[in-house]
């Protein structure tokens, strides 16, 4: 079984469009976290989200929201897409909560190429 | 803020020969340190990790120690193998005493090891 999976694994759209990656974990945690690795394999958090409590880096554009229906699932809407946002998308999650950071465990990605 | 240093690639290396990637950190408090390693076309593994000063990870050969004193966590493997071909990434983690925070990442170094 998957531990954390994303679909779609690729994803091809224009300029201006809006669309959705999905994501969940059965490992049972309480963490969720999305991640942007650009053209140079560069990995920044864009979000992360525990016991309903977003928590959003300063950087991303609020054209990006996450969306979390269940704990098991943390779902990326973008809006209105620019060339700038074609990357490669990691969706992650851990048991965090306790006294220290926990490992987190990382899903395929999805790579998105707007055009 | 926080920040991750790691020599960039691509290291280029024989089969068997000794490795060394360099990794150098900037936190506050105690972070846990941790290596990912992320195959061509996969998304990121958890390789190993160290949550306190002096500890050490290890895991298929490779190794890394905690070191607070030079903030550094240096991965090593006394002999590669052409399947060790891969971008390495060092990452750390806050000390937060919980909640939902982020990985910070290294730029990744690109390992090829040639037969």
């Known amino acids: 079984d998957t531990a954390v999976s994303q679909t779609p694994k690729y994803l091809v759209t224009q300029m201006g469009n809006d669309k959705s990656i999905k994501c969940e974990q059965n490992?049972?945690?309480?963490?969720m976290y999305w991640y942007k690795q650009d053209s140079k394999k560069f990995l920044k958090i864009m979000f992360s989200?525990?016991?309903?409590?977003?928590?959003i880096n300063e950087t991303v554009p609020n054209r990006f929201s996450p969306k979390s229906p269940d704990k098991a699932h943390l779902n990326l809407h973008i809006n209105s897409l620019e060339l700038g946002d074609s990357a490669v998308y990691f969706c992650a999650s851990s048991p965090a909560g306790g006294p220290l950071p926990d490992t987190q465990y990382f899903g395929p990605g999805t790579r998105l190429l707007v055009l | 803020g926080d920040s991750v240093t790691q020599m960039e690639g691509p290291v280029t290396l024989s089969e068997e020969a000794f490795l060394t990637i360099n990794c150098t950190y900037t936190?506050?408090?105690?972070?846990?340190l941790f290596w990912y390693v992320q195959y061509p076309g996969e998304g990121l593994q958890l390789l190993l990790k160290a949550t306190k000063a002096d500890d050490k990870g290890s895991n298929k050969g490779f190794e890394a120690t905690y070191r607070k004193e030079t903030t550094s966590f240096h991965l090593e493997k006394g002999s590669v193998q052409v399947s060790d071909s891969a971008v390495y990434f060092c990452?750390?983690?806050?000390?937060?005493?919980?909640?939902?925070?982020?990985?910070?990442f290294g730029k990744g170094t690109h390992l090829i090891i040639q037969p």
């Open positions: 490992l049972g945690h309480d963490t």
């Open positions: 936190a506050t408090g105690y972070p846990s």
């Open positions: 990452a750390l983690s806050p000390y937060s005493g919980g909640g939902a925070d982020g990985l910070t």
């Open positions: 989200y525990n016991n309903k409590e977003l928590i």
